[in-house]
């Protein structure tokens, strides 16, 4: 039976009701909907992908005013009767299977237009993260820019298709690492490929005008002490250091074998450090964001990037003592973009939806 949502006064009434967008397996919608719906919130699951097999969509206009409309296979509701929306993910539109195959590219820039629209028409909830400034803040050329400019220190870098530029660079330093500027996820015979960081020579490069055709990130190699991921939820923040120099697969990048990670060190974040952060989301117009970080041999913080979407519940699986989902479930009911954690005597605890993250034990 499909639940009428009725309507909540925006930013002042609680409970509140929450749209995610999301995608199908997505365990961290999954989670934080059933702390929220624990806690008294109404909360909707909507996909971009189910639109417009699985879901329809209406904009209605008479005598001056507007309505929108949406039904899935869960909730009817419209843009009034949201208060927060959560930006977790978005897939892309899948064009239903019934449309013939030249048929197809006009449906689909038809289902983007309405999508597109549709999130004006919300532009009075709360959003973590608005689409806008979510996209903006996944330029990697302009996130070190920015970072660089709101004082983070960045390792030398190069981002280029330019063979003799790259040539030169990976010349000028010893040691040095590639990236892809977008986090490579291939889907293969049931399985998603991800292009994790790695070495990289001169003599590693490919021959011929395939180096040209995809511009990569070089950066500098760091000698590093220990890594750092920091979680923002607007002023509050819960921060781990990662003793990746220990992992068997995982030194240049943790999430290779971060199986192998049990538990994490918390820690504070310098005074310049976190204003650095913040003033950096604030340049991007983001509220929510993941900062990654190289600590040196030297204790020299070196940024390395954000991700405003990132997964963060794996601090509190690492860390008990940082009460992230508790903080996010506050951060959504509070619906300001300053937020700042108020502890409680008996918060929500990621260990009491664990089995939603690990179903088979």
């Known amino acids: 039976m499909k ?18 967008h999301t995608r199908q397996d997505d365990v961290h919608a999954t989670i934080v909907s ?25 904009f209605y206009y008479s005598n001056g005013s507007t309505s929108v409309d949406y039904k899935n296979s869960d909730f009817e509701f419209t843009s009034d009767d949201i208060d927060v929306v959560w930006n977790r993910r978005r897939p892309s539109p899948v064009v239903p299977n019934i449309v013939a195959e030249k048929q197809r590219t006009f449906v689909r820039q038809e289902i983007k237009m309405c999508i597109s629209s549709s999130d004006y028409f919300l532009r009075d909830a709360f959003w973590i993260n608005r689409y806008d400034s979510a996209v903006y803040s ?4 302009l996130e070190l820019q920015l970072a660089q400019k709101n004082g983070l220190c960045v390792p030398p870098t190069l981002i280029s298709n330019d063979r ?19 986090g490579l996820n291939e889907e293969k015979k049931g399985k998603t490929r991800i292009l994790f960081t790695a ?18 990130i070089f950066q500098k190699k760091i000698k590093k002490k220990y890594e750092v991921r920091a979680q923002f939820f607007g002023n509050y923040y819960a921060a781990i250091a990662i003793d990746s120099t220990g992992l068997k697969e ?32 604030q340049d991007f117009g983001i509220v929510s964001s993941a900062f990654d970080f190289i600590v040196d041999k030297d204790d020299n913080w070196v940024f390395l990037e954000i991700n405003e979407a990132g997964q963060f519940l ?43 993250a690990f179903p088979d034990g």
Not at 272 to 280: G, H, K, P, Q, V
Request: proline share 6%; glycine share 6%.
């Open 314 to 356: 794996f601090i509190e699986h690492w860390c008990p003592e940082l009460l992230v989902l508790d903080a996010f479930c506050q951060f959504i009911e509070g619906a300001d973009a300053n937020f700042q954690y108020v502890p409680v005597k008996t918060p929500m605890k990621f260990l009491d939806f664990k089995e939603l």
């Open 164 to 182: 003799k530029r790259i040539q030169q660079f990976l010349s000028e330093h010893e040691n040095c690492i590639y990236k892809s500027l977008t």
């Open 199 to 216: 070495d990289i020579d001169k003599s590693m490069l490919p021959r011929g005008k395939i180096l040209q055709a995809a511009p990569g």
């Open 250 to 281: 995982g030194h240049l990048d943790w999430r290779i074998d971060q199986g192998s990670i049990k538990s994490c060190k918390p820690l504070l974040l310098p005074v310049e450090i976190y204003e650095s952060c913040r003033r950096l989301m």
């Open 138 to 141: 996944e330029l990697k050329p």
């Open 34 to 58: 059933s702390a929220l719906n624990k806690r008294g919130n109404k909360v909707i699951s909507w996909k971009d992908s189910d639109y417009s097999s699985r879901a329809v969509m209406s």
């Open 3 to 20: 639940k009428k949502i009725s309507g909540a006064g925006k930013k002042t009434a609680t409970p509140r009701t929450v749209l995610i």
